[in-house]
Every structure is written in C-alpha cells, then in structure tokens.
C-alpha cells in the first residue's frame, strides 16, 4: 500500500490557517495533526538529539499546539527513519488515536504557520506546500484580539513581520506549493485535494478531528470547529481609516526589503526551540514523576 502523501500549510498567524487544517480534516482520507512546529524541528535538531527517541517524542509534544492526542510513548514509536516517515508515522499514529483506519488514510496534513524560517524540516520530504493568504487589513486587525499579537499592533512592525513571512514562502520551490486564499473557502477545496493527490470524496461521516477534541477544552476553538462563515468585511471596519492609511503605508516601505528579511525570519524562529526545549524537559520530568511509586 503506498504511503500517504505530505502536505504543510503555511501561513502568517491569523490567516484562517485552524480554519482551513479543520475544512480538510473533514474530507475522506486526509488527517490534519494539531498545529506543530516539529516538522521545522527536525530540520534543525543534533544527530545526537535524534538518537534519543524519547527525547525526539518530548520535543514533538513540546512543539505542538493544542495538545496531540499522543503520549511519550505514541510518539516515541514513530521516531526513527527519515524526516518524511517521522512525520507520515506521527500522522498515522493521531488519526489511530481519532478513532480511524490508518489504511484509510492518504493524506496528511501539517499546519505550521508559526516557524516558517526553519525550512529544511519540511522542505526535506517530497511534501506540497499550501500558502494561505488572507487579506493584510484582517491579519492586522486580529492582532488587537489576541494577546500574542501586541507586539504587532504597530503597523510597522506588523508589516516587517509580514514580509519576513513573504521571504520564508519564497525558499518554497514553485511547482511544490499552492496559493490558496481565505476569501476561497470552502470552494477551494477540490482543488486543494487535487493538489495534495487525494481523491475528493466528500466529508467523512463519524469521527472526530484532532481539533474537535481540542476545543472539548479550549473555547476559542469551537468556531473553527462549526461551519465555515466568512465575517472578513464586517471584522475590517473595526479598523479605523487612521489605520488602515498607516497599515496600506507601513507595507508600501517594507515590501522592498523582503529579500532582506529572511535572517530576520529565521532569527526569531530559531528562538523559538529554546521554549520548545524547555516544554519537552517539562514533559519528561512530568512523565518520570508519574512513574514514581
């Protein structure tokens, strides 16, 4: 039986990419795993990190957001061969845990909008790359709704951010990637299943997404988890016209130094692994604690 095929999505923060990972995981034969940046991970971690097993399962579940349905020991059972068949088996073994037949599964689905500088992970498969657009005015006024997005309420810096984002899409070889945009959902999504090389059947009946189970715990997921309803329009007025001319101009000055950003894209990649790291030690101490008589 021949493996499932790899897919990522990439997208800057708050482009509909929870929507979007959650449209696809409805479709017969596709599985979309949590929100991770381990894809990105293993392009950047030791030989001898790599020969830890349990370790490698610890910075998977360190890297993944909201939490895999995966266990240490899950996850350690998927840790050996090459980055493409870590990541197909760690697929396989969340679609296992939902409930479904990994035979039935031919497609997988990785959504890593969080870590795109870190390329080498993803880019070392024979996967396809789905680049999720959203329009500028909507990314931006998201940042004001959420507390991770403070730091990019200067228009400015949101628009240095969003173009380190266009350099790192850019190191994604052309006939390997698609551009989807955010307006296109739901209509999209035959040709997304085309693209990835699956069979549109339809949505699967019965079982429940990776997602589904998240939001059981997490409240701010259950809308992503309903039907799909673009409210963009209504969510741009928010912006005042002050705004949206400082935005609009903010992007005109740093669209011209996006073949500059990408050390600045993967510098603060980069700076992620040290909290990755910190979670996965946190994990295995956790892990060993529970053992303990």
Known sequence: MPAPSLCFILARPRSGSTVFSALLDKRVGIVSP?????PQVLG????QERSNLRWMAALYIGATFPPTPLNLDDAEACMEGTNEEILIKLGLAVAKKLGRESEDIKGIVWKTPRTVGMHMGPLSTSGKFIILRRNSHNVFESQFRVGFGEANRNAYRFAVFSESYEHAFGRVPMERKMDVHYYDFPGVIPDVMRFIGVAD???RVGGISSLEEAAQNCDWLSEVTQEFKNNDP???KRLDPSQIASLDRALKIARPLRPFLGPVRAYFDQQSMAP???RAEARLADHLKAKQP
């Open 34 to 38: 949590p929100e991770s940046s381990f």
């Open 44 to 47: 950047v971690v030791s030989d």
């Open 201 to 203: 059947q339809g949505e």
């Open 234 to 236: 209504e969510k741009r």
């Open 276 to 278: 990755i790291r910190e």
